[in-house]
């Protein structure tokens, strides 16, 4: 994938603990909504997603289009075509929403291994 920004997601049981876990060790709300379940943290170039009731387990996030600071990157692959490689070399997807002409789109990809990478395009 070029130009992604990278992120750890996980899944946690209530949002308020490791909030202030991670806050305690230094990262600082960047975006997301504490009331629908959601925040993401930042320390320099490292973010952490926490996610309360919306996934089983973590993930690794990759955005395309967006830099660690959640600025838009050019040139990027498109979500559509990064799905398409995994595709036609065998992989296969899940949770896909990959509206056609473009924008934003998103699918899970299970690694060798169990681990289950999000790509998640919002632009």
Known sequence: ????????????????APRAFY???GFEAMGGDAD??????????TIIGLFQGMFEQNLL?????WNQNAEAQDPF?????IASKL???GHELAQENLPEGGGPG??????????IML???HR
Do not use: Y
């Open 1 to 16: 994938m070029k130009t992604a920004a990278f992120s750890t997601s996980l899944a946690v049981q209530d949002l308020a």
């Open 23 to 25: 806050e305690d060790l």
């Open 36 to 45: 629908q379940g959601l925040l993401i943290l930042k320390s320099g170039p």
């Open 61 to 65: 996030t990759f955005n395309p289009g």
């Open 77 to 81: 692959e498109d979500v559509r075509d």
């Open 87 to 89: 595709r036609n070399k």
């Open 106 to 115: 998103s699918f899970t990809v299970t690694d060798p291994d169990g681990n």
């Open 119 to 121: 790509v998640d395009q």
